[in-house]
């Protein structure tokens, strides 16, 4: 496919947006990195993460409000869904990947799209992320639903790949965010939710995988643990809706139980088995005094908030 960029006009058009991007700003300052001892250039990278933390704090109140949208909508049974392409792609489908086994969630609630398909996880795809049309075929695939959420994810902001599937699941009744790391960006004016995290120009220039890729992966993890949170995923800040899938996740299955009720090992194992493993039911069985079917109806009434089914289970 040719986009615009492929063009002389569009070319001329893509050099001129770049050179005002603040992501992509020469720094004259370190054009002697290479000169450096390896100690004072990992000085110099850990200064400069210091920034990001900052830049992520100025944008908070957008972040929470997009996290509060996001929430309705995942408890009507919508689904997150990132799109992005190359580093920000990537940090999309990670942040996916880890919420089934963290969260318990279905691998389809959770969605990772990057520009090019799963190979562009490992190595580059020519000209994925210019694809608007990329973009549309891979929702239409999903088959979005004006409850489903749709967060474009782009350092730049401008990332064609990103922002149609933006403005497109938008057309569609999708709830949307921006996640973009320059001010004034396309992403966040296409979104309902601007996120706009601007961590400055880059330690090597337009290395947007440093600053601004951990600038995206703390606020991806805020939307997705947050989100979880506030639809019941969790029990204070234990993680009762995890998935037992290997050893070390069913020693912290145990240990969850354990922190949450105070119980005996053998209570512990107990109602573990009777469960079927599920940490939330276990959890509801032993402080609630209820057996396990019981207490998977009560989470089921209370859509999967465990406080409200101890509630109901002490009425």
């Known amino acids: 496919m040719t986009s615009t960029a492929d063009t002389p006009s569009g070319h001329d058009q893509l050099r001129a947006q770049l050179a005002v ?20 250039i990992a000085r110099l990278m850990n200064g400069e993460d ?36 190359g580093t920000a792609g990537r940090l999309g489908v990670l942040d996916a990947s880890e919420c089934p086994p963290t969260f318990n969630t279905d691998p ?13 996880m490992v190595e580059a795809v020519e000209g994925a992320e210019d694809s608007e049309e990329f973009a549309r075929q ?32 938008r057309t569609g009744g999708a709830l949307t965010v921006g996640l973009s790391c320059n001010p004034d960006s396309a992403l966040a004016a296409a979104a309902e939710h601007g996120i706009e995290v601007v961590v400055g120009p880059e330690v090597i220039t337009g290395s947007t995988r440093l600053k601004a890729g951990t600038a995206q992966k703390l606020v991806l993890n805020m939307l997705s643990t947050i989100t979880m949170v506030r639809i019941g995923k969790t029990y204070g800040n234990l993680m009762v809706d995890l998935r037992a899938s290997n050893e070390k996740l069913r020693a912290r299955s145990h240990r969850i139980v354990e922190l949450a009720t105070e ?29 396990g079917p019981t207490a998977a109806r009560l989470l089921e009434d209370a859509h999967g908030h465990l406080r409200k089914a101890l509630e109901a289970a002490a009425a």
């Open 138 to 169: 891979d929702l239409d695939q999903l088959v979005l639903s004006a409850d489903d959420i749709v967060v474009g994810i782009s350092a730049s902001g401008r990332t064609p790949y990103a922002v149609e599937a933006v403005r497109y699941a």
């Open 263 to 291: 119980a005996s090992d053998d209570a512990i194992e107990q109602a573990l088995a009777a469960t079927d493993g599920e940490v939330k039911n276990a959890i509801l069985s032993l402080l609630g005094s209820v057996d």
């Open 50 to 85: 210091a920034i990001v933390t900052k830049a992520v704090e100025t944008q908070l109140p957008r972040i929470a409000t997009a996290i509060d949208a996001i929430a309705k909508r995942m408890a009507r049974g919508g689904r997150l869904i990132y799109a992005g392409a």
């Open 21 to 40: 991007m603040a992501t992509e700003e020469y720094r004259p300052e370190l054009a002697d990195i290479d000169s450096m001892s390896t100690l004072d």
């Open 108 to 120: 389809s609630q959770v969605v990772g799209l990057i520009a090019g398909g799963p190979s562009a």
